[in-house]
């Protein structure tokens, strides 16, 4: 009869799903139905445990990259904090020091209109000193001074913003904000030949997650900058940002490249972890997949893509400007009076 090589079928499929050991396979005694069925079944079974070697691996990996990336976010926070002390302190003297020198500079002005023939010892060494110069060039150099402590103190406040992974709550979120800062930050791969320009719409503040949105911001220029390094030097290089808030729903921001897009069959993987097109230590294929992440999970949003292969690419991040029912409770709500 064949009930016995079905129940031993029956038997080793029973211990596979009770004790998950999916090393166990089924003996394959007859060449029959049974036979074929048993086969079958072996397959399955080792199928299932490729696939959960797999999916282990990349858990692994994956769990390994979020630790890394949450140990630099406390890097940059805590470089963040160390230089923000010093820099206000240049910063806030340098005013002082503006208002003195010029003090200094009337001064000496009205010592020049007042004392016109000045002892020869002081009219020599203020030759010499080259003075007339050092009066005109010194506002300007104090000016650049005051631009560049300036700038140090945007891009501190910018990383400390953006190293901010902590955030276990959404608080209003300065979308243009996030925008200008991630620019600021990326300044240095920005120059090659690359035009940015932005159009702010009238947009309210949202309840987010600053540090995340910043590393959204941050992966997608981040990939229009690669996508337009990747054409010609003699093409023109575009990114496009813009945002708007879509009545009444959604606040929308687009950043459009005119680099060299991305083939329909790539356009479905873009969104999965480990996919990447760039060499081994240049990609790393987590961009978009924690972007999406960010976008959809933690925010409600949408995230899409439109990209046609030596045209350009454009993501179009969608953010609920109110939050839903269910995260009402913690969030706070954005005002949109303003648009
Ligand atoms: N703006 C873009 N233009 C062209 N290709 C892009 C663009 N953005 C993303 N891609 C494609 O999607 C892939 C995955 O992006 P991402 O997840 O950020 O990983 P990575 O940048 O490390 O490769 C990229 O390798 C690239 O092929
Ligand atoms: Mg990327």
Same mark, same amino acid.
């Given at each position: 009869?064949?009930?016995?090589?079905?129940?031993?079928?029956?038997?080793?499929?029973?211990?596979?799903?009770?004790?998950?050991?999916?090393?166990?396979?089924?003996?394959?005694?007859?060449?029959?139905?049974?036979? =074929?069925?048993?086969?079958?079944?072996?397959?399955?079974?080792?199928?299932?445990?490729?696939?959960?070697?797999?999916?282990?691996?990349?858990?692994?990996?994956?769990?390994?990259? *979020?630790?890394?990336?949450?140990?630099?976010?406390?890097?940059?926070?805590?470089?963040?904090?160390?230089?923000?002390?010093?820099?206000?302190?240049?910063?806030?003297?340098?005013?002082?020091?503006?208002?003195?020198?010029?003090?200094?500079?009337?001064?000496?002005?009205?010592?020049?209109?007042?004392?016109?023939?000045?002892?020869?010892?002081?009219?020599?060494?203020?030759?010499?000193?080259?003075?007339?110069?050092?009066?005109?060039?010194?506002?300007?150099? =104090? *000016?650049?001074?005051?631009?560049?402590?300036?700038?140090?103190?945007?891009?501190?406040?910018?990383?400390?913003?953006?190293?901010?992974?902590?955030?276990?709550?959404?608080?209003?979120?300065?979308?243009?904000?996030?925008?200008?800062?991630?620019?600021?930050?990326?300044?240095?791969?920005?120059?090659?030949?690359?035009?940015?320009?932005?159009?702010?719409?009238?947009?309210?503040?949202?309840?987010?997650?600053?540090?995340?949105?910043?590393?959204?911001?941050?992966?997608?220029?981040?990939?229009?900058?690669?996508?337009?390094?990747?054409?010609?030097?003699?093409?023109?290089?575009?990114?496009?940002?813009?945002?708007?808030?879509?009545?009444?729903?959604?606040?929308?921001?687009?950043?459009?490249?005119?680099?060299?897009?991305?083939?329909?069959? *790539?356009?479905?993987?873009?969104?999965?972890?480990?996919?990447?097109?760039?060499?081994?230590?240049?990609?790393?294929?987590?961009?978009?997949?924690?972007?999406?992440?960010?976008? =959809?999970?933690?925010?409600?949003?949408?995230?899409?893509?439109?990209?046609?292969?030596?045209?350009?690419?454009?993501?179009?991040?969608?953010?609920?400007?109110?939050?839903?029912?269910?995260?009402?409770?913690?969030?706070?709500?954005?005002?949109?009076?303003?648009?």
């Amino acid at each position: 009869s064949i009930a016995t090589p079905i129940q031993n079928l029956t038997h080793v499929a029973r211990r596979v799903t009770q004790e998950s050991n999916f090393e166990l396979q089924a003996e394959v005694k007859t060449q029959d139905e049974v036979g =074929v069925l048993a086969v079958s079944l072996n397959q399955l079974i080792q199928r299932v445990n490729t696939l959960l070697k797999e999916q282990k691996a990349e858990q692994a990996t994956r769990l390994l990259e *979020n630790e890394k990336m949450s140990s630099l976010g406390q890097m940059l926070a805590g470089v963040a904090h160390e230089i923000n002390n010093p820099v206000n302190f240049i910063y806030g003297n340098l005013i002082h020091a503006d208002e003195y020198i010029r003090d200094l500079l009337e001064i000496l002005e009205l010592y020049q209109e007042k004392i016109l023939d000045p002892p020869s010892e002081i009219r020599d060494r203020a030759e010499e000193l080259e003075i007339e110069y050092l009066i005109e060039d010194l506002p300007n150099l =104090v *000016n650049s001074m005051q631009v560049g402590a300036d700038r140090v103190r945007q891009i501190v406040l910018s990383l400390k913003n953006f190293s901010r992974l902590d955030d276990t709550e959404p608080h209003p979120v300065n979308v243009q904000e996030c925008i200008e800062s991630t620019l600021l930050i990326l300044n240095n791969r920005i120059k090659k030949g690359i035009q940015i320009s932005c159009q702010y719409g009238n947009i309210p503040p949202i309840p987010g997650y600053t540090g995340l949105l910043y590393q959204v911001f941050m992966n997608i220029i981040t990939n229009a900058i690669d996508a337009l390094l990747e054409i010609p030097e003699s093409r023109d290089k575009q990114i496009k940002i813009t945002t708007e808030c879509q009545q009444p729903e959604w606040l929308v921001i687009r950043i459009a490249d005119n680099g060299m897009g991305i083939s329909p069959e *790539n356009q479905a993987k873009i969104y999965d972890a480990f996919f990447t097109t760039k060499p081994r230590g240049v990609g790393t294929g987590l961009g978009l997949a924690i972007s999406y992440q960010i976008i =959809v999970e933690k925010h409600n949003g949408k995230l899409t893509c439109d990209s046609q292969v030596d045209k350009g690419t454009e993501f179009t991040i969608f953010l609920p400007l109110h939050p839903t029912a269910e995260d009402a409770s913690s969030a706070t709500p954005a005002n949109c009076s303003t648009c």
